[in-house]
């Protein structure tokens, strides 16, 4: 499994990383955990607002900071 986390270093954006290594965590799976500077990266996912979070290629928040559990959902469904 493969989580970006889009943004530019902002606060909001280190926060997101922080929420997306716990829920990764607690739940005990292996995942690639990226944070993605590049903005451009961020626009080819069509992200404008940061943070945003990219799971194996689909976007699941943009702008948002999420909480642990709406990211142990994402997590959870295939």
Same mark, same amino acid.
């Given at each position: 499994?493969?989580?970006?986390?889009?943004?530019?270093?902002?606060?909001?954006?280190?926060?997101?990383?922080?929420?997306?290594?716990? =829920? #990764?965590?607690?739940? *005990?799976?292996?995942?690639?955990?990226? @944070? /993605?500077?590049?903005?451009?990266?961020?626009?080819?996912?069509?992200?404008?607002?940061?943070? =945003? #979070?990219?799971?194996? *290629?689909?976007?699941?928040?943009?702008? @948002? /900071?999420?909480?642990?559990?709406?990211?142990?959902?994402?997590?959870?469904?295939?």
């Amino acid at each position: 499994m493969k989580i970006e986390v889009l943004g530019t270093g902002c606060a909001k954006c280190k926060k997101t990383k922080e929420i997306v290594e716990q =829920a #990764v965590t607690e739940l *005990g799976i292996s995942a690639e955990i990226m @944070k /993605v500077e590049d903005m451009n990266i961020a626009l080819g996912y069509g992200v404008m607002i940061t943070p =945003a #979070v990219v799971i194996d *290629g689909d976007v699941k928040i943009v702008g @948002k /900071v999420p909480t642990v559990e709406k990211v142990k959902e994402w997590l959870t469904k295939k």
